[in-house]
């Protein structure tokens, strides 16, 4: 069965740094998202991504983050310079379509650590 | 806007005995409802989804839900516990309007005991 893949599965970065976290959504997918979940907190939307640009957005989604389709296969959100609140599991979702019974399936997270 | 809320943060049951797992929500639109489970690490797995068909949802490994609107519910229940169902469940409710977000429960942690 296909799935969505993210690497790394674990990222240790120094405050300030840039990263880049990579996701694989599954190949005939048209819809792309990425969440994150602080530990000990609820699972938060960051971004929607169709057709090449950002669909929809959350607060958190601010200047620091960005996201980009640079080939057919990646999907890849970028945090130019990280704080220490970055710190969170990232999960990559993708959709086949619009459709109301289109499901979103998920990767299994990045967790990325900020020091 | 939309909300989910997850009555439980912790459940613990016996093994071979019901789960019941409560879920409120609200929302603006009328919503599409999941359930997804989270064993430890691992992703995010579709148990199941309510997208205004029938209100009694079945889903994989045993576990249903059921759509009530009168009561704002989507409870999850499944009849008899096995110790491979002790993970993570979120509640997750989607407006009914294309290629949404999903606003996500804060979670209730399954425990099965022997």
């Known amino acids: 069965e296909p799935e969505v893949t993210q690497t790394p599965s674990h990222q240790v970065t120094q405050m300030g740094q840039e990263v880049i976290l990579r996701c694989v959504p599954i190949s005939n997918h048209l819809y792309f998202y990425w969440y994150r979940q602080i530990l000990g907190q609820k699972v938060e939307f960051l971004v929607s991504f169709y057709n090449n640009e950002i669909s929809e957005k959350s607060e958190i989604f601010d200047d620091q983050f960005s996201v980009e389709r640079p080939d057919g296969s990646n999907f890849t959100l970028k945090i130019r310079s990280t704080k220490l609140e970055d710190s969170a599991m990232y999960f990559c979702a993708s959709r086949e379509g619009p459709a109301l019974v289109d499901t979103q399936y998920f990767g299994p997270g990045t967790r990325l650590t900020v020091l | 806007a939309q909300s989910v809320t997850q009555l439980d943060s912790h459940v613990s049951v016996s093994e071979g005995t019901p789960v019941l797992l409560r879920c409120n929500y609200s929302s603006s639109y009328s919503p599409s409802l999941f359930w997804y489970v989270q064993h430890p690490n691992k992703g995010l797995q579709l148990l199941l989804k309510?997208?205004?068909?029938?209100?009694l949802v079945k889903g994989i490994n045993g576990f249903e839900a059921e759509f009530k609107k009168s009561e704002t519910s989507f409870h999850l229940t499944k009849p008899s516990a096995h110790m491979s169902d002790a993970a993570e469940y979120f509640c997750v409710v989607s407006p009914a309007r294309a290629g949404n977000m999903l606003t996500f429960g804060g979670g209730t942690r399954l425990m099965v005991k022997p």
């Open positions: 309510y997208t205004s068909a029938a209100t």
